[in-house]
């Protein structure tokens, strides 16, 4: 019971270091002045990825490959069954989103760029900075293209900035040590927080018979979705559920390209078994749903929400018996 106690703890200190990296990080970015078009695309986004970072790194550097790789294409797949699936059934959510199309695309294309690393047996450290460098021409893309957009809103609103990201995050700090107690905080629970959760998890799944890729797939890929959850929910209820789409697809991208590439640059990856034959065809296929769903403006009602985290709960069950 020690093992799962420490499971849950861990995912807890990654939850709450990466909140409080988060918010120390945008207090610090605010403090120099920084444009909020910029804390929004970098830190914001790096910064909820922060637990599905710290684990996949320190996993690698453990030598468990597999719970590296199944946290990023676990998530992925959670990120779409649970993440649209749950919130659909509070309340219909609205497959459409201007200029989500494009995202859809680089989504699914580093998706299946991926896949190719990961049909080699091997993702090595020159895949990594592959991967990395799509991220960095993507928040290129994302720059320019919300220059843009930003100027015209910021036109309309007689000069006045607009600092869209504090929508997503709530008690930004202004004193300097306030933000400084934040972000040492956060510096210490991320690490402390991969540490449990790798060990304990590692413990599980010997104690299981499973594989290290299995808990990264099931348990540990809920863990660190949960923070993508908790802001589409919050969505819901304040009808806005149109970004869920959005944070879906964003974290998507982040956890491919941001995490598994600055992880293999760290430390080449083996991969192989049945995250080949199986489950990065099910990241595939859910990757395909919400392209096909967005595309034809599709709205997901409490039945497809239903039927999304019931198909969920079978591929959940499905991989922890094989």
């Avoid at 020159?126 to 100027?151: E, H, M, P, V």
């Amino acid at each position: 019971m020690m093992d799962y106690f420490v499971l849950i703890a861990g995912l807890a200190l990654l939850l709450v270091g990466g909140d409080l990296l988060v918010r120390g990080a945008v207090g610090f970015a605010e403090k120099l002045s920084i444009p909020p078009l910029i804390i929004g695309l970098t830190i914001v986004s790096f910064g909820t990825s922060a637990p599905e970072l710290f684990i996949s790194v320190k996993a690698a550097l453990e030598n468990a490959a597999g719970l590296a790789v199944g946290n990023v294409v676990g998530s992925n797949i959670a990120n779409v069954l649970l993440v649209l699936g749950i919130p659909a059934m509070i309340h219909p959510c609205i497959c459409k989103e201007d200029g989500i199309g494009r995202n859809l695309l680089v989504m699914l294309g580093i998706t299946i760029v991926f896949m190719g690393m990961m049909l080699n047996g091997r993702i090595e450290i020159y895949d990594g900075a592959i991967l990395f460098t799509l991220l960095i021409l993507y928040l290129y893309s994302q720059f320019r293209n919300a220059t843009k957009i930003r100027k015209e809103l910021k036109s309309a609103s007689n000069g006045e900035d607009i600092a869209d990201y504090h929508d997503e995050i709530e008690s930004i700090p202004t004193r300097s040590w306030v933000i400084g107690l934040l972000l040492v905080s956060g510096l210490i629970l991320l690490p402390l927080g991969a540490e449990f959760v790798v060990d304990s998890a590692s413990k599980i799944a010997s104690t299981w018979n499973v594989s290290d890729e299995v808990i990264g797939l099931t348990v540990v890929a809920i863990g660190t979705s949960l923070p993508e959850l908790a802001t589409t929910v919050m969505a819901v209820f304040r009808k806005n559920a149109s970004v869920a789409l959005g944070n879906v697809v964003g974290s998507n991208i982040f956890n491919i390209a941001g995490i598994m590439g600055t992880t293999a640059i760290i430390k080449p990856l083996p991969v192989g078994g049945n995250i080949v034959q199986i489950d990065m065809w099910v990241m595939l296929a859910t990757s395909l749903l919400i392209l096909l769903l967005a595309h034809y403006g599709k709205t997901i009602k409490f039945s497809g929400g239903l039927i999304m985290s019931l198909i969920y709960c079978t591929y959940i069950a499905f991989t922890l018996v094989i």
